[in-house]
């Protein structure tokens, strides 16, 4: 999210097209102001990770808007999948749409990812959501039982893969 207002980063009319709006933190929330906020307070305090200051209000500023934004991409893509395949006669199955969080450690990746996976998951129409994290990458697997979540670590092999290797990976 870039701090700026209602306006997109390259000015109107200068002949430089851009895929990036920026807002205000302010004109952001506004986007939600009108949607309540899906999540109790003891919900968030649950997805927070240690040392993380997540709030009802930044939740209810930063994460609602885009999770209501990712929501309405990912049914426009699904809409768009939908006539392409009536289209084309194939029956090919849609592959799953990524959302990828990145950065470095201890920054919240792992808190934005759950407070996304719960806010996308309770709009409506929702398509399944699933949390892939790198845990499984960081920790040994006797690790990973102790805290109760070998069973969602996810091992995609080091080597390269194809895309259709690391989806088959996912499913598993």
């Keep these: 999210m870039c701090a700026a207002h209602h306006e997109p980063v390259a000015k109107p009319g200068n002949g430089t097209p851009s895929p990036f709006v920026s807002f205000d933190r302010a004109s952001w929330r506004a986007l939600a102001a009108s949607t309540p906020l899906p999540l109790a307070p003891e919900e968030i305090t649950r997805l927070r990770g240690l040392g993380d200051t997540v709030d009802t209000a930044?939740?209810?500023?930063?994460?609602?808007?885009?999770s209501r934004l990712l929501n309405l991409y990912v049914a426009t893509v699904a809409d768009l999948w939908s006539a392409q395949s009536r289209f084309l006669g194939s029956g090919e199955a849609k592959v799953p749409f990524v959302i990828a969080v990145a950065g470095s450690v201890a920054v919240g990746k792992s808190t934005t990812a759950r407070i996304l996976q719960a806010l996308l998951s309770r709009w409506p129409?929702?398509?399944?959501?699933?949390?892939?994290?790198?845990?499984?990458?960081?920790?040994?697997?006797?690790a990973l039982s102790e805290r109760g979540i070998l069973h969602q670590a996810v091992r995609v092999s080091p080597k390269p893969?194809?895309?259709?290797?690391?989806?088959?990976?996912?499913?598993?």
Aim: glycine content about 8%; hydrophobic content about 40%.
């Design 58 to 66: 930044e939740v209810a500023t930063v994460y609602l808007p885009l």
């Design 125 to 142: 129409d929702h398509p399944k959501v699933e949390l892939v994290t790198s845990d499984g990458f960081l920790y040994p697997n006797a």
């Design 161 to 172: 893969t194809t895309g259709a290797g690391w989806f088959a990976s996912c499913r598993r």
